[in-house]
């Protein structure tokens, strides 16, 4: 449903945002240098551990603001969200992309940026989107 085209514009749109791309060459979000949203294909690890339920399509990797939000999605939408061994213990959540609707990306996007913006620019934001 989603497209990295869409993950660009909705992450290009928030203040003070960037795009970069990673070593392995893919792409990143970043709110001040911090990274919010990125691409993340599964690794030959991630393969491993999930098996036959490994997703094949993209993957976005998305920062939330604790563990606990991480495993309510998880819980939510298990078609749309899940997490890898190597993401224990770590505020992000992994997406099939072409599994999740242009609303729902939409709310992920601005609450990964809000969960990585300094307080200041967080504050700012919240104040002129009326959120």
């Not at 099939?96 to 609707?101: E, G, T």
Request: proline share 7%; aromatic share 8%.
């Amino acid at each position: 449903m989603a497209s990295w085209e869409d993950v660009r514009r909705l992450a290009l749109e928030l203040p003070e945002t960037d795009e970069a791309e990673s070593r392995e060459g893919h792409l990143a979000w970043r709110v001040k240098e911090k990274g919010f949203v990125w691409e993340r294909p599964l690794r030959k690890g991630d393969l491993a551990a999930l098996g036959d339920t490994a997703p094949d399509g993209p993957i976005l990797c998305a920062r939330v603001p604790d563990e606990g939000a991480k495993q309510a999605l998880i819980a939510d939408d298990p078609a749309v969200y899940f997490t890898t061994p190597h993401f224990n213990g770590y505020p992000a959540v992994l997406v099939q992309l072409d599994r999740i609707d242009a609303a729902e990306l939409s709310e992920l996007v601005v609450e990964a940026w809000l969960a990585r913006a300094p307080k200041r620019l967080a504050k700012e934001y919240q104040a002129d989107s009326g959120t």
